[in-house]
Every structure is written in structure tokens, then in C-alpha cells.
């Protein structure tokens, strides 16, 4: 079984987690791509849902779903997004496609989230994928500068603006052993939006596509 399709088994088994008629968060990146196009095969009957970034919001209307403002609709049901790298805790990091505070926004406001991943994303510890940081353009420096007394290797992502109009800096050489305490401290400094550490609010499922299949991962 082929990356992409332990992917797209991953996504499928999310499908179950779906309620009828409820408003739903939906994720960004190629995984998060198969779940749409597998919820859009299922025609499980949705009142609407809500994207993380402008390209699902396209992907999800080019099926015929309803899209929603966060603003218009209260707390969600369900989000499911994929991740660059889980830990067995289910703390994430995200923000490989650069849609890192939409998804975290809009995770923040659902009452699960279920990541859906191929088992290359399982780690023991987060950091060999770069943490991305999305900054206020005139704070780059200055950020970028703070990163690295907190022992990481800032890069600012070459020729990119994330959909809210500001930079991302992928920050390397971390080791995350306290994913919730590093993710503290990088949220409180100055000119950061948000970093891609999902673990003050972390995955509830994780669900990974494996060359046998679906796996369910609780956190540990």
C-alpha cells in the first residue's frame, strides 16, 4: 500500500465520526483532501461546514457543500485535519501547507478532533519535522531571533504568505519533550500569531492508515 493510500484509508475510517446534519471543521492538506472527496462519495447529509484555509474552502464548494464563517455557526461537532507529526499523546505539529491558525481556530472551537495521518507521522518525540510559526511580517527577526534562544534553527519559508497575510518561519533542531510548556512560551512572544504545536488542544483520535488498514490511536 502506497503512502497515498494509507492516507485516503485513514481518511475513510474518519467518515464514521460524521453526524448527520451537523456542521463540521474540515482541515487542509492532501490528506484532509481525500476525507472531502471521500465525505462527498459518502453523501452523508451535512447542514454545512467550516474550512481551515481558502483551498479547502474551494474543494469543499467544487462538491457541492455548503461553507460556513466560524462566526455564523457556534461551536462544531467535529473537526478532522491531518498532521506532520503526532506524538502518543496526540499533541501535533501541523502547519506544513501553511494554514497552521485557521486549523488551530477552528479545532480550538470543535468538540472532537480526529487527525487522520499515514503512520510515517507517529513519533516518539515531536521536532525532526520543523515547527512552523506564522509571525507578523515586521516581526520576523525579532522572532526568529527568540526561536533560536529557544534552541531552534529558524527558517522563513521562501516566497510564502499564509491566507491571513503574514510569514511562516519553520523553526528546526527541536526536541519537544513538553509540548504544552514550549508551546506557552512561543505563543507569548511578541509577533507571533500561533505556532504549529497542537497540544494545549490536542488530537482526541488519531487515526493513522496503515499498509493493514485504518488504525485507531487513543492518546496514551
Known amino acids: 500500500m502506497t503512502q497515498d493510500e494509507m492516507k485516503r484509508a485513514a481518511a475513510a475510517a474518519a467518515l464514521k465520526y460524521v453526524e448527520d446534519n451537523t456542521v463540521i471543521g474540515v482541515g ?7 476525507f472531502i472527496d471521500l465525505l462527498a462519495e459518502s453523501r452523508i447529509p451535512l447542514a454545512g461546514t467550516v474550512a481551515s484555509s481558502i483551498a479547502t474552502a474551494e474543494r469543499l464548494k467544487g462538491h ?12 462544531l461537532s467535529l473537526y478532522v485535519d491531518g ?3 503526532s506524538d502518543p499523546r496526540l ?5 506544513g501547507g501553511g494554514a497552521l491558525t485557521r486549523e488551530k481556530i477552528v479545532a480550538a472551537a470543535s468538540d472532537k ?15 525532526e519535522f520543523p515547527l512552523p510559526v506564522e509571525v507578523i ?5 525579532y522572532v526568529a531571533r527568540e526561536m533560536v534562544k529557544l534552541g531552534g534553527n529558524p527558517s522563513l519559508r521562501q516566497g510564502y504568505t499564509t491566507d491571513n497575510g503574514n510569514f511562516i518561519l519553520d523553526v528546526s533542531g527541536l526536541s519537544i519533550v513538553d509540548p504544552v510548556e514550549l ?9 507571533v500569531v ?6 494545549a488542544r490536542s488530537a482526541d483520535v488519531l487515526i493513522l492508515g496503515t499498509p493493514g488498514g485504518a488504525q485507531i490511536v487513543m492518546p496514551a
Request: hydrophobic fraction near 40%.
Open 194 to 199: 500561533t505556532v504549529g504545536l497542537f497540544a
Open 91 to 95: 499533541n501535533l505539529i501541523k502547519g
Open 113 to 127: 478532533f480526529v487527525c487522520i495521518a499515514d503512520e510515517s507521522k507517529l513519533v516518539d518525540v515531536l521536532g
Open 137 to 141: 511580517p515586521m516581526a520576523q527577526s
Open 28 to 34: 487542509t492538506g492532501s490528506t484532509a483532501n481525500h
Open 83 to 85: 498532521a506532520d507529526e
Open 183 to 191: 508551546e506557552r512560551q512561543i505563543n507569548q512572544i511578541v509577533g
Open 64 to 75: 457541492g457543500f455548503k461553507v460556513m464563517e466560524l462566526n455564523q455557526t457556534g461551536p
